[in-house]
């Protein structure tokens, strides 16, 4: 990563790169990197801006590993939108943060190693928390109360990965201005996401939505949108992208 920052490489091409490399292939070190993402992007940062200062604000100080470790999610980077010209016709604002105090704050929120390690201990087939089994299927809410309230629906992840593409339901229930999202669907959906996760190199929110939309055709993409909020569709995907690591690792071995 390190060599990937200073070539201006970018992090495909430096694993694509690494095909090989200590008896492992490119896709292995693509799901390493994934796991262990947030903690090769912090070292790599710290590599680039030198060793932390303990004459600095605690606020600003970089959150360090505990002992222990745990399992790892990939790493989000906030980004500072520019203002736009029109801007200069009003009062003139505060300048920007420079970069690295954007990193050292993003940085300094992040979850502490230990709690992340406290959530790994969880079984892999568990329900996600919700609030109604079964709701209309409406596009998105409508105001910030509608979105407060909405169900959050009760998903079961299995503890292994489906051997082929899920079968669209065919249990479809009439409800509201569409159908009911019924356990077909919650399968179906869990299903989908195990699957892509399985199949494709970089499974992302969009991709998943596009091939539920494009199969399951009696529910919009809005309505699946809205469904991967409320079913914590976030969470489903890292259950798969785990299972897929735990299983490129154990056909290395």
């Given at each position: 990563?390190?060599?990937?920052?200073?070539?201006?490489?970018?992090?495909y091409a430096i694993?694509?790169?690494?095909?090989?490399?200590?008896?492992?292939?490119?896709?292995?070190?693509?799901?390493?990197?994934?796991?262990f993402?947030?903690?090769?992007?912090?070292?790599?940062?710290?590599?680039v801006?030198?060793?932390?200062?303990?004459?600095?604000?605690?606020?600003?100080?970089?959150?360090?590993?505990?002992?222990?470790?745990?399992?790892?999610?990939?790493?989000?980077?906030?980004?500072?939108?520019?203002s736009?010209?029109?801007?200069?016709?009003?009062?003139e604002?505060?300048?920007?943060?420079?970069?690295?105090?954007?990193?050292?704050t993003?940085?300094a929120?992040?979850?502490p190693?230990?709690?992340?390690s406290?959530?790994?201990?969880?079984?892999?087939?568990?329900?996600?928390?919700?609030?109604?089994?079964?709701?209309?299927?409406?596009?998105?809410?409508?105001?910030?109360?509608a979105?407060?309230?909405?169900?959050?629906?009760?998903?079961?992840?299995?503890?292994?990965?489906?051997?082929?593409?899920?079968s669209?339901?065919?249990?479809?229930?009439?409800g509201g201005?569409?159908?009911?999202?019924?356990?077909?669907d919650?399968?179906?959906?869990?299903d989908?996401?195990?699957?892509?996760a399985?199949?494709?190199?970089?499974?992302?929110?969009?991709?998943?939505?596009?091939?539920?939309?494009?199969?399951?055709?009696?529910?919009?993409?809005?309505?699946?949108?809205?469904?991967?909020r409320?079913a914590?569709?976030?969470?489903?995907?890292?259950?798969?992208?785990?299972?897929?690591?735990?299983?490129?690792?154990?056909?290395?071995?």
């Amino acid at each position: 990563m390190r060599a990937a920052r200073s070539s201006d490489m970018t992090r495909y091409a430096i694993l694509e790169d690494m095909n090989g490399r200590h008896g492992h292939s490119a896709e292995w070190w693509r799901t390493y990197y994934l796991i262990f993402a947030d903690d090769i992007d912090r070292l790599v940062q710290a590599d680039v801006e030198g060793p932390d200062s303990d004459d600095r604000p605690l606020a600003t100080r970089r959150t360090k590993p505990l002992n222990g470790g745990g399992t790892l999610k990939p790493v989000i980077f906030s980004t500072v939108a520019s203002s736009s010209s029109s801007s200069r016709k009003r009062k003139e604002r505060p300048a920007s943060p420079s970069p690295s105090e954007v990193s050292d704050t993003v940085e300094a929120m992040s979850v502490p190693t230990s709690h992340r390690s406290s959530r790994s201990a969880r079984k892999v087939a568990r329900p996600v928390k919700r609030q109604d089994d079964r709701a209309s299927d409406s596009d998105e809410p409508r105001g910030g109360a509608a979105k407060a309230s909405e169900p959050h629906y009760k998903l079961t992840i299995p503890s292994s990965l489906p051997e082929h593409a899920p079968s669209v339901p065919t249990n479809l229930v009439p409800g509201g201005k569409g159908y009911l999202f019924t356990e077909e669907d919650f399968a179906y959906f869990v299903d989908t996401v195990l699957w892509q996760a399985k199949t494709e190199p970089n499974p992302g929110r969009q991709t998943i939505l596009a091939a539920l939309s494009a199969q399951a055709t009696h529910h919009t993409w809005g309505s699946w949108k809205s469904f991967w909020r409320r079913a914590n569709g976030p969470e489903v995907l890292r259950e798969g992208l785990r299972m897929v690591a735990a299983t490129v690792v154990a056909k290395q071995e």
